[in-house]
């Protein structure tokens, strides 16, 4: 569920988790493919569904917000992508 919150839900695996990052900038054509794409990448690399999806909306919601930095306005999908790369750089140095 999208809006001033997005809530990911798994019925009978855990919880409701709530993500309250993002902006209203991302409500643009191709943002909800980027999430799908994001979520499916996370799968394809063994997380598990309700995991992927609840990590996938966070940093698509975080890498939207630092996407906004530059405005709100005119934000398009692939700003998101390019403000996501960084993010997950610093996720694989981490490790």
């Known amino acids: 569920l ?3 919150g997005t809530l990911i839900a798994a019925p009978g695996l855990r919880p409701t988790a709530v993500c309250n990052q993002g902006n209203p900038g ?3 054509a191709g943002m909800g493919d ?3 794409g994001v979520i499916a990448a996370l799968i394809g690399q063994r997380l ?3 995991l992927a999806a609840e990590v ?3 940093l698509h919601a975080a890498a939207g917000d630092v996407a906004a930095e530059a405005g709100e306005r005119g934000l398009i999908a692939s700003d998101l992508i390019d403000a996501l790369r960084p993010m997950l750089g610093d996720a694989e140095a981490a490790r």
Do not use: I
Request: hydrophobic fraction near 45%; charge should be neutral; glycine fraction near 14%.
């Open 48 to 50: 598990e569904p309700a």
């Open 26 to 28: 991302m409500a643009t």
């Open 56 to 58: 996938g909306v966070c």
């Open 34 to 36: 980027a999430l799908t």
């Open 2 to 4: 999208k809006g001033a």
